[in-house]
């Protein structure tokens, strides 16, 4: 079984989680139902997947919740574009959290590959 906590992809998930908490206090009160709910669920699933599959025996299972956790990224970059377009939030602050989310899935990505050589 492996520890999660010492896994650099799972500590940078939880930065992001935090990051994206403390931008969302920033969206209007209207969309408390919609999409900021909707990104605080994304954003929680990455390292609650990648904590989820650590318990895992094989190589095989654990890389399915990495790449849940995967698909969970691409949900939340999409969902902050779309806050984007409608000017929720300024595009360049989306583009910084963005970039943080993007070298969390090429790490999240590398893991898996190299999951798959072991």
């Known amino acids: 079984m492996r520890n999660f906590r010492d896994l650099e992809v799972w500590n940078l998930s939880r930065e992001l989680v935090k990051e994206i908490y403390f931008l969302m206090k920033t969206m209007p009160d209207e969309e408390k139902f919609g999409l900021i709910s909707q990104i605080k669920r994304s954003a929680i699933s990455i390292p609650s997947n990648i ?3 650590c ?8 890389s ?51 999951l798959a050589t072991q």
Do not use: H, M, P
């Open 51 to 53: 904590a989820e599959g």
């Open 64 to 114: 399915r919740f990495l790449e849940i956790s995967l698909g969970s990224c691409y949900e939340l970059e999409t969902q902050l574009i779309l806050c984007s377009d409608v000017e929720l939030i300024k595009e360049d602050i989306i583009e910084e959290k963005i970039i943080l989310l993007q070298t969390l899935e090429k790490k999240i990505t590398s893991f898996i590959n190299y």
């Open 55 to 62: 318990a895992k025996k094989s190589n095989k299972d654990f």
